[in-house]
Structure formats: C-alpha cells, structure tokens
C-alpha cells in the first residue's frame, strides 16, 4: 500500500510534466495537423537554457533564495524556449505549409537531429548534474516504508497546475484562443473573417514551447541531470500521452500524460525497470490501434 | 531632365530596398543573438570537484551572429531582387502534364551501373594505399544504404505507407545471422535467406495490427514497434547479450573458401599474395549484387498486379477499396518485402562488422533511411539512389576533411559536426524540393512512348 501510495505521487509528478510537453503536442497537430517531431528535443533545450541560467544565478550572482532563482531560471528559460519555436516554425516549417504531405514530418525530423546535435556539439556530450535543489521532504505516512512527497513535487504540481488554469483561460476565454479553434476547424475561412492565420500559428508554438519550457526546467529540478539526449524518449512519451488524451484535445493532453506518468512509474515498481519504456511505447501503439481518437478526442471522419 | 528623372526614380527605390535590407538584417541580427545566447555564449563545464561552471565564449558567438547576419543581408540584397527579375520574366510554363524522358536520364543509369562496378577497381589504381577505407567507408557503407533504401522504397515510396521503424527489420536480420551463425555454425550463405524470411515475418506480424492506421499515426506506430524492438534487445541480454552486443560474428566465404592467411584461405588456393583488400572487394560485389536484386525485384514487382495494386494504394485507398482490391493483402506484401531486404541487409551488416550491438539500430538508423528515400523523391530507384550517396557519402566526407584542423586549430574535430550538418541538410532540402530530387512519376503502363509524370501535378491521398 505505502509503495502504491509514494508511486502514485511519483508518477503524477512525472505525468505533470509528460501533460505540459503533450500539450505543445496535441495544440500543434490540432491547428496544423502535423505531428512536431523536434518538439521533445525543444522540451531538452530548454532544460539546457534553465541549468545555464541557474548556474549564472547561483555561481556568478550567487543567488542564496532557491525559491527566487528557480522563478526566475523558469521565466527566462520560457522566453528564450518561446523564442527558438518560434525560429523553428519560421525557418523550418512555414515554407512548407500547404506542401507535400511528408515535406513538414521530413523537415521536422531534421530539426530533431539538429537540435540534439547542436546541444552535443555546443555544451559536450556529458551528462550535466546539479547538485539537488530542495531536498526536504514531508512524511505523509508512517509505516515500514515511509510515504513522502517532497518540495521539489509539490512545486511541481503547484506550478502545473497553475499554468493550466492561465492555458485554459487563455485558450477557451479570450480572443486569441477563438482565433486558434478557428484556424484549427478552418483555415480559410477563418482567415476571410480576418484571424491573422499565419500570427495565431506562431503563437500556437510560442505557447507550446513555453509550457516544454516549464517541463523542461522541472525536469531537471527533479532529476538534477539533463543530457542532449534527454529529449526523445520523453518527446515520445509526451507525443503517446497526447495520442492517448485524444490528440486535438487540450485537457486530454494532461489527463494523457498523468496517465502515462502512472503506467511508467507503476510498471517500475511492479514489473520491471528495465522495460519502462517498453510499456509507454506499447501503450502508443494499442491506443493508436484500438483507440485512435483517443480517450478524450473526437473520432475522425473522412469524407471522400 | 526626362532622362534622369526614371533613373533618381530606380536610385531611391534601390536606396529604399537597401534601407529596408538593412532593418531585416538587423532584426536578423538581434533574434540570432538572442537564440544563440544562452547555448553558445555559455559552455557549462566541470570542473575538478565534479562541479558545474560557466564558460563564456562571446567571441564566437558574435563571429556566428555576424556570418548569420551577413548571410541574410546577402539574401536581401543579392538573391531576392534576382529571384524577382526572375519573376518577372518567367521561362515558357510547362503546363504539359507529362514530358519524355531526357538523354540525361537515358544514359544516366547505365553510366552509374558501370561506375558502380568498376569503382573498387579505379580505387586500387588510383590510391592503392587507402584503397581499403575507400571501398569499405565509402562503396560498401553506401550501398548498404542504397539497398536499405531501396527496401523502404518499396513500403513508403510504392505502397505509401509510412514506416518510421524500418530499422526494427534490419535489427532482426542483423540478429538472425549473428545468433543463429554462432550457436548452430550456418554458413552466411544458409542464413542469408533465412534471414530475409524472417525479417519478412516480422514485417507481417507488426504489419497486421497497424493496417487501419495511416500517415502520421502509421509512423509514429511504427517507430515504436522499432524503439520495442531494440529495447528488447538491449534487454533480453541472456538472447542477445544486451549492450554489450553480440561479437565474433563468423565471417561470409566465397563457396566455402574463408578469406584469412591460413592455407584454405582464398590467398593459399588461388595462389596469390594475401592482402585484406580480397575480402573487402569481395564484400563490396556482394553487397553490390544484393542491392541489384532488390532494384531489379522492384523494377519487376512494379509491372505485376501486386506492384499496381501498391501504388494504386499509394494515390488513393479509398478508390482502391472499391475497385476490390484487396488492401489486407497489399499492404502486409508491401511490409514483407521491404522488411525482406532489409534482413538481406542485416545479415550482410552483422557479416561485414563481426559485431553487432543495439547501438546500430537507434532511431536515427530509420530516421536516415526514410530521409533518403523521401529525399531522393518517393517511388524513384534513381533518387533514392543519389539521396544516399549524398547524405551517406557527404557525413562520410566529413569525417575525412582533416585540413579544417588547420583552419580551425587541433582540437576542431570535424566528424562531431556531421549529424548537425546532415539534420539541417534534411530541412534545406525539404524547404528547397519538398518532393525530393526526383520528383517525377514514372507509370509502369503507357501508351506508345514512355513517359513521365512532373511531381506537380501527381495528388496523392492518404495512405
């Protein structure tokens, strides 16, 4: 009981963050219907761009409030993920909107490689480690085998849960995101009646990225030590809890991804570590083969 | 006075493009340096405790902003007035929905059959002492991936079914030969088949459930089927012996005959002095052959009605459906045989190598293969062809322009620069021809004379 318990914290906690790069997902395949390959590897820039703003926070400045330095790590880390989604799409993506059905996957692949390489080529193929941040926890039960959550957790779930009441609110109150559900169902159209289509895209990646950005610096708050490599596999994981929401659909994302954050954590401690993964990339298959609109999505009609 | 007037006319526009150039360059400018800032101007590093510390590198990153900039004030000023004129006076409108074929591409294919056979050959004469890391890293490593290519042709080019996790069956035929060679001592030339038909078994077995799904779902099924596989493999390790891979892979002989310097070698029997090239050459004709056989498969598969029936499925399944072809059966036929060739391949690689690891069978394995073939414009044999030699050959090159060292300083390591290069080659070239190299269509069946179909004017459905 006590170990379901600390894994069911556990795995919310990681399925936070799954949920935040799954949205940046489903938002993208939702008003552009295509899926954003590189979008994990921005989730891991962003991680990168976090531990160097820390870094100058705490060894350059020598920022003492931890509290301070990570709103601040998260902040500029939002602006400047925001900022290389945002050159992505320009660069990379816009010239072939309308193209050949294969050409944005292709492309987005591309920036995928490139990405992890540039982050490998630029600060080394290392692992980066920081030494832990908030360590303290609070014990929720006595038993053999204490139940604890700690600070680093709550803050996640704090933060998380923040943000996507201020997402929900921007996307389902103001006009900003009309115009996105707009361009979504109908470009065309939604352009006649004078939704600056090509803005609301740009923004859509902007908001995606800011939310990897979030993941991206929690991550390694969490874990401590991000790697170039860090960005496929919870790319991938944050792409099955979108598919598995019901891709399209916002609050599935999250539900997706706190789901998918249970699978994982669940399957570690009842099976086995080693095939982890295993578990999350069968998950994406059987949901896309037997579910594919997913829990929360509506089912796809085609017309001929 | 009416003389000059146009031409103070032409300087302020030309002074206004130069002003408005010069506030796109600047903005330019300014992003770049923002999005390079925090991972160029910082290096974190660690130090001797084990501690993260920051490196500046300013120099560098202004250096790049500069070249970033200059480029783009180079696109303004020179290219995009020259792309206007070009505009303007557009070349005669091919508005024809076919054209015949050009001399160009008549005569091409048998020139680069017979450049490909008599390459190993030319290297010898030319640089004797490196001819072996010319035809191994360059022929062989090639058309390793030519024929991978070829065989994904076949699922995504011909049958449009996008497969992400092509690799998965390479894996298996690497893993066929390597396993079933040391535990039961088949020759190469059992296991090859063998390692075909069960790469070909798998390609069904992960074929049957995904056959409902389509376009980006496919892919993305796919690529997990192959992430699966090579999870497994890492760790089954009592099968496969996990990270540590599988070595001392037995290596293929020519009718029996091993090619090493003990007497049964192919030196001893044929008398002649013994030298490594014997067996690279002998590698590369294999590999040449194989790739041969799965152009020429392809070529004749094209003109049967399973061959139609794929590409028929490629342009429009629906369509297909009515006409009652049955797309069960096309597509798993379309899986098997491109999951064939790529066991054909695999168990060359395993032969080839000796040794095998799951590290050879990453993601980024399917991820190239599929660039190539979508590069070199789906359906092609040609372009598939040239998009490997490109993409493989120009990250082999890479690895050989030692001179940089001398520009850059000794610690300037070229080859760690490759997949940065090969990654925004795959977004250039998709920007600059989103239907690869080869764009046009060539249709099996014709009528009187054979001709292609331009790129533009081919609408493909969903597959």
């Known amino acids: ?304 | 006075m009416a003389v000059a007037a146009p031409d103070t006319a032409l300087r302020h526009e030309v002074r206004l493009n130069l002003a408005r150039a010069g506030k796109d360059a600047a903005i330019t400018a300014a992003i770049s340096f923002a999005l390079l800032l925090p991972l160029i101007g910082f290096k974190t590093v660690q130090n001797m405790r084990n501690e993260l510390e920051l490196e500046t590198r300013f120099p560098l990153l202004l250096t790049i902003v500069a070249i970033i900039t200059a480029a783009r004030l180079f696109g303004l000023v020179v290219i995009e007035p020259w792309r206007e004129r070009r505009a303007l006076h557009p070349p005669a409108p091919n508005a024809t929905l076919t054209a015949v074929k050009s001399a160009f591409a008549n005569y091409f294919t048998p020139f680069a059959m017979g450049f490909v056979v008599v390459y190993p050959i030319l290297i010898l004469l030319v640089v004797p002492q490196g001819a072996l890391k010319w035809i191994d890293n360059f022929g062989i490593q090639i058309l390793i991936y030519v024929m991978l290519g070829w065989g994904l042709n076949i699922v995504v080019g011909l049958a449009g079914l996008l497969d992400l996790g092509y690799v998965a069956f390479y894996a298996v035929g690497a893993y066929s030969y390597a396993l079933l060679a040391k535990a039961f001592g088949f020759s190469f030339w059992i296991l090859l088949p063998m390692a075909g038909c069960l790469s070909a078994f798998w390609g069904i077995l992960l074929g049957f459930p995904v056959l409902r799904l389509r376009g980006d779902y496919l892919a993305i099924v796919t690529l997990a089927f192959g992430e699966i596989i090579r999870l497994i493999l890492i760790n089954w390790v009592s099968f496969t012996n996990g990270y540590a891979g599988v070595s001392g892979i037995p290596r293929p002989t020519l009718l029996g005959i091993p090619f090493n310097a003990s007497d049964e070698g192919f030196a001893a029997t044929f008398g002649i002095e013994f030298s490594p090239v014997h067996r690279t050459l002998f590698l590369y004709y294999t590999i040449l052959a194989l790739a041969m056989l799965t152009a020429y498969v392809t070529v004749r598969l094209r003109q049967l009605p399973v061959g139609r029936a794929w590409e028929a499925l490629r342009e429009d399944e629906i369509a297909c459906r009515s006409l009652g072809i049955n797309t069960t059966n096309t597509k798993l036929t379309a899986f098997a045989m491109g999951a064939m060739f790529a066991g054909f391949a695999g168990s060359f690689f395993a032969a080839r190598q000796g040794f095998i690891s799951p590290e050879s069978f990453t993601f980024l394995e399917s991820a190239t293969i599929l660039s190539i073939v979508v590069l070199g414009g789906m359906g092609s044999q040609i372009g598939v062809a040239v998009a490997a030699v490109a993409m493989i050959g120009g990250t082999e090159i890479m690895r050989e322009l030692d001179f940089l060292k001398y520009v850059f300083g000794n610690d300037f390591d070229p080859t760690q620069y490759r997949m940065l290069i090969f990654g925004f080659a795959m977004v250039l070239i998709m920007i600059w021809k989103p239907r690869g190299l080869v764009g046009t269509r060539e249709p099996s069946a014709f009528l009187k004379e054979r001709r292609t179909i331009l790129g533009s004017f081919v609408k493909e459905g969903h597959g």
């Open chain 1, 1 to 304: 009981m006590e170990v379901f318990i600390q894994q069911l914290i556990n795995g919310i906690t990681l399925g936070s963050i799954y949920g935040l790069i799954a949205i940046g997902y489903t938002m993208v395949f939702g008003i552009i219907g295509m899926v954003n390959f590189a979008h994990g590897d921005v989730f891991m820039v962003s991680a990168f761009i976090g531990l160097i703003m820390l870094l100058i926070l705490t060894t350059w400045l020598g920022m003492g409030s931890v509290a301070l330095a990570l709103f601040i790590v998260l902040i500029v880390s939002m602006v400047f993920t925001s900022l290389v989604n945002w050159t992505i799409e320009r660069v990379a993506y816009r010239p072939l909107r309308g193209s050949f059905r294969l050409a944005p996957l292709i492309s987005a692949i591309g920036m995928s490689i490139f990405l992890s390489n540039f982050v490998q080529v630029t600060q080394g193929p290392r692992n980066k480690a920081i030494p832990p941040l908030l360590r303290d926890v609070i014990v929720l039960m006595h038993g053999e085998y204490d139940v604890t959550i700690s600070y680093r957790q709550l803050i996640i779930w704090a933060i998380t849960a923040v943000l996507l009441a201020a997402f929900w609110y921007l996307v389902s109150r103001t006009s900003l995101g009309r115009a996105q559900r707009a361009c979504e169902q109908d470009q065309r159209m939604a352009a006649l009646v004078g939704v600056d289509v090509n803005r609301t895209i740009s923004i859509t990646f902007i908001i995606g990225a800011a939310l990897a950005a979030v993941a991206g610096t929690m991550y390694l708050m969490y874990y401590g030590v991000v790697n170039f490599s860090d960005g496929f596999v919870p790319g991938i994981k944050a792409f099955t809890a979108a598919v598995l929401g019901g891709i399209g659909s916002l609050p599935g994302a999250v539900v997706g991804g706190i789901l998918i954050g249970l699978i994982e954590t669940m399957w570690s401690a009842y099976f086995s570590i080693d095939y982890k993964d295993v578990a999350a990339f069968a998950v994406l298959a059987i949901t896309l083969i037997f579910l594919p609109q997913g829990l929360l999505g509506r089912p796809e009609v085609e017309k001929v």
